[in-house]
Structures are given as C-alpha cells and as structure tokens.
Nanobody, 115 residues
Framework: QVQLVESGGGLVQPGGSLRLSCAAS???????GKWYRQAPGRERELVAR????????EYPDSVKGRFTISRDDAKNTVYLQMDSLKFEDSAVYYC?????????WGQGTQVTVSS
C-alpha cells in the first residue's frame, strides 16, 4: 500500500521538544521530503524540506534554528526535530513527497504547544 504515515505529535509545553516521524511505504524520499503545517483558519505552510539528491535542507525564518529535518533511507523515514517550541507552532503537521509524477501526503499529526 502506498502511503505516508506520520507519528510523534502531542502536547508539549512552550520551550519543549518533539520529534515527528514520517514513514513511507511504496514510495521514497529520493526527490525530496517536506513537512508542512496548518493551524485552524490559516493556510498550509512549508516548515522544512530535505532534498533527496544531496540532503540539503531549507527552512522558513519562522522555524530556522529550532527545527531540523533529517532522513533515514534504510528506514524510508523522514524526521522533524522541533526544539524551543512556541505557542504559534501549534498545528497539524503533514509529511509530503513526490514520486513518479504524483504528490503524496500523510494524514497529519497534531502538535499542541500549551502551558
């Protein structure tokens, strides 16, 4: 079955950390792996990208220095390490990749930053 499955979301206090995982089945991250997030009433935004050919990474200013994307090809998994979390990081986080001309999304995992 072709799918992306995210995990690792949850409730965390401001300043805390979470690590999200995205496991791929039937597809790979050989082109890229991306993490997006979407908060209620807001558009989905890209928060991290890792390029498959050279492992270079990209982040928007809002998360730069706090979030780190990585991948493990042996496990066909992409990770998002989130540190120094803020209230405004609360959202549903989605994994995304592109294979054979098609865009794939996971089902999302909720991250809530609250005291």
């Amino acid at each position: 079955q072709v799918q992306l499955v995210e995990s690792g979301g949850g409730l965390v206090q401001p300043g805390g950390s979470l690590r999200l995982s995205c496991a791929a089945s039937g597809i790979t991250f050989r082109i890229y792996g991306k993490w997006y997030r979407q908060a209620p009433g807001r558009e989905r935004e890209l928060v991290a990208r890792i390029n498959g050919y050279d492992d270079t990474t990209e982040y928007p200013d809002s998360v730069k220095g706090r979030f780190t994307i990585s991948r493990d090809d042996a496990k066909n998994t992409v990770y998002l390490q989130m540190d120094s979390l803020k209230f405004e990081d609360s959202a549903v986080y989605y994994c995304n990749t592109w294979n054979d001309g098609r865009n794939y999304w996971g089902q999302g995992t909720q991250v809530t930053v609250s005291s």
